[in-house]
């Protein structure tokens, strides 16, 4: 499923949904990307501190995929997994 996210607290929803998703506990989150359990739960209730370096690791614990597009193109069509 595709989520568009344009605020922080989008951005912390998405969060929390996307590490309940693939099972983990906040502390197993946080042992998982190297940051504190205060920290993971800080990020589900208020994004707008996270850092890029903090997202891409969350996404890839998580199972997520982060993508960015133009949005004033419609949304192509899915492209082929392209693992790198």
Known sequence: MIHLVATPDQMAQLLAAGRRQAGLTQAEAA?????????ISALETDATALTLTQLLALCGAYG?????RDKNKPAPEPTPLIEW
């Open 64 to 68: 997520l995929q982060l993508q960015v």
């Open 31 to 39: 042992a998982r990307v190297g940051i504190s359990q205060s920290r």
